[in-house]
């Protein structure tokens, strides 16, 4: 079945420092990938999506590739703020014809201290 | 348009009681899913629904259960609470829910955090 490994956290940065957080996955064809965040107390927020290999995606200075090769969708941003502090979630979609279901890593915890 | 909107947003039940939560989807959105969050076990997949039909569920007892409108709006039925039901339980929405190239992005409401007593 499909699945999604995240390093775990809780990363601990401070501001303006480079950000990591790696994820690769296991999955039949060729499914979509996504990050999403979350912020205390909240629901899950879209972050950035790719659909096929060598896409990028991006938003809000994050960004993340789509590897095939290596099976891997990391998220970088270059100079984290103090707000960027959440739960980053890495997650996949089956291929188009199935069922709409995501699977998620397990999150990964940042916290960005001045 | 307006997001994803799940209501109540806080839910205090004890053992043996049943809930019911709703979502409504962005409008146009066909596909609603339905995930629990628990620290535990993170993320897991309840049900989808499209077009007023359960087309895919997850591994969970039939103690959980929902539906969906003709408007697409959807319901989850919690039934027996159990402590361990205890989660903050996330609706999902998309347009096609993938059926068509390009549709399977989810887009999440804030979640119902149901506590059992």
């Known amino acids: 079945g499909n699945s999604v490994t995240q390093m775990e956290g809780p990363v601990t940065l401070s501001e303006e420092a480079f950000l990591t957080i790696n994820c690769t996955y296991t999955a039949t064809g060729y499914p979509s990938l996504f990050w999403y965040v979350q912020y205390p107390g909240e629901g899950l927020q879209l972050l950035l999506k790719?659909?096929?290999?060598?896409d990028k995606g991006s938003n809000k200075g994050f960004e993340a590739t789509y590897r095939k090769e290596t099976t891997s969708f990391h998220l970088e941003k270059g100079s984290v703020q103090v707000s960027d502090s959440a739960v980053y979630f890495c997650a996949l979609s089956a291929p188009t014809g199935t069922a709409s279901k995501l699977t998620f890593g397990t999150g990964t915890r940042l916290q960005v201290t001045l | 348009k307006a997001g994803v909107t799940q209501t109540p947003r806080y839910l205090i039940k004890t053992r043996g009681q049943q809930v019911t939560l709703s979502c409504s989807p962005i409008?146009?959105?066909?596909?609603v899913s339905w995930y629990q969050q628990t620290p535990g076990q993170g993320l897991q997949f309840l049900f989808e629904y499209f077009s007023e039909t359960q087309r895919n569920k997850g591994n969970f007892p039939g103690r959980f259960s929902g539906r969906q409108f003709s408007n697409s709006r959807s319901e989850m039925n919690v039934s027996t609470l159990e402590l361990g039901d205890s989660a903050l339980y996330l609706c999902?929405?998309?347009?096609?829910?993938?059926?068509?190239?390009?549709?399977?992005?989810?887009?999440f409401g804030p979640g119902t955090r149901l506590t059992v007593l």
């Open positions: 790719a659909t096929k290999a060598d």
């Open positions: 409008s146009g959105h066909r596909s």
């Open positions: 999902a929405s998309s347009p096609w829910g993938g059926r068509r190239e390009g549709t399977d992005t989810q887009y």
